[in-house]
Structures are given as C-alpha cells and as structure tokens.
T-cell receptor, first 113, second 111 residues
Framework: QKEVEQDPGPLSVPEGAIVSLNCTYS??????FMWYRQYSRKGPELLMY????GNKEDGRFTAQVDKSSKYISLFIRDSQPSDSATYLC?????????????FGQGTELSVKP | DGGITQSPKYLFRKEGQNVTLSCEQN?????MYWYRQDPGQGLRLIYY???????QKGDIAEGYSVSREKKESFPLTVTSAQKNPTAFYLC??????????FGSGTRLTVV
C-alpha cells in the first residue's frame, strides 16, 4: 500500500463548478499537509499548507484535513479555465525526519469554458 | 527575485553517457531535493540534502549521484548505470519549517 493515495483522474468540469480533490494516507506520523498545482511542463507551485485538522481557506481554495480519518481534500469554488492543471497533495513529518515530502500521484483537472 | 533555477530546460543523453543537471537557489534554504516525475507515477525522491557536504539517498537513488559543496547548489548527475533516465527532473528547496519551492524542471531524453 502506498503511503499516499490520490485519484489520478482526469477530472473534467464546466466553468463555475465546485471541484473536490482528495487524498488518503496511511502514516499517522504525517504532521503537515500541502497542495501543489502544476501546469504542463512546469514545476509545481505551493497552493495551500496546513498543520492542523480542520479547514483553511484562501480565496477560492479551501484545504480540509481530517487526521482521524487520514484524509485531506482541496476544494475549488467557481472553477476557472485557468485552474486547469495537475494538483498534487503532499505531506510530511517533522523536519529532522529529513524534511521529505511524500507526494500523491496527482489529479489532472480540466475546466471547460 | 528569489527562486530556484534549473538548467538546461531540455537535455539529450546518448547511451553510456553521464550528464549533469544544474540546480541553484538564492532563497537561503537549508534543504534541497531532487525528484523524478514520470507520467502516472507522481514525484519520486532521488536524493536530498539538509546541509552542505551532506546528502541522503531517496527512494530511487540507483544510477544517480549528487554533491552539495555550496548551500546554493545541488547538481544531479545521471550516470550510465541509470537504465531508464528519460523523465522530467525537478529540483526543490525548503527552509527548516516550510513548503518546497520547485524549479521549472529539466526534461531529459535518451537518444
């Protein structure tokens, strides 16, 4: 079993839809959780970063963490064609464990005008 | 502007040849990482370094080598021992308590 599982998609939605992207994990030692967005042929860019269970909102994006269920989600409201990209979840332990992040496989999202 | 610079953007390797991918950061980050990205497999860790003159193997280190002689630089050599090197290579750096900043990647192709 992989430490982090993410539905690879692809996911296609109409403009304005609410998008839900999800990851599950098996390692209860993970303490911080991130979402990255990667456009084609580019490096990933950090979207959201959280340590705690609950919701964190930033504009149209909401990151949700449920440590008891080992489940994280990213919600995108009022999705735009410019949101079309691959979304990667990532998680890690405290820094002196190597600072390594474990990434999901990525979900490819397409938002149609 | 602070960031990570990877070069070259595209690289072609002949069979049996070693090639070196460059990664430079001016973010004053302690840690640096090399990942390989293949379609459908996400990011796989090759090597990482938390401090100058020290580095650790990741999950797929065989056929690769690195050095960390300066805080700003973490070059990756893909050796002839790596039998399937065609991939997108990503370098990243991070502070002690923060997310990664990625470079724009190097696409390596065997010809």
């Amino acid at each position: 079993q992989k430490e982090v599982e993410q539905d690879p998609g692809p996911l296609s939605v109409p403009e304005g839809a609410i998008v839900s992207l999800n990851c599950t994990y098996s390692n209860s030692a993970f303490q911080y959780f991130m979402w990255y967005r990667q456009y084609s042929r580019k490096g990933p860019e950090l979207l959201m970063y959280t340590y705690s269970s609950g919701n964190k909102e930033d504009g149209r994006f909401t990151a949700q963490v449920d440590k008891s269920s080992k489940y994280i989600s990213l919600f995108i409201r009022d999705s735009q064609p410019s949101d079309s990209a691959t979304y990667l979840c990532a998680m890690g332990q405290i820094y002196n464990q190597g600072g390594k992040l474990i990434f999901g496989q990525g979900t490819e999202l397409s938002v149609k005008p | 502007d602070g960031g990570i610079t990877q070069s070259p953007k595209y690289l072609f390797r002949k069979e049996g040849q070693n090639v070196t991918l460059s990664c430079e950061q001016n973010l004053n980050h302690d840690a640096m990482y090399w990942y390989r990205q293949d379609p459908g497999q996400g990011l796989r860790l090759i090597y990482y370094s938390q401090i100058v003159n020290d580095f650790q193997k990741g999950d797929i280190a065989e056929g690769y080598s690195v050095s960390r002689e300066k805080k700003e630089s973490f070059p990756l050599t893909v050796t002839s021992a790596q039998k399937n090197p065609t991939a997108f290579y990503l370098c990243a750096s991070s502070p002690r308590d923060g997310g990664y900043t990625f470079g724009s990647g190097t696409r390596l192709t065997v010809v």
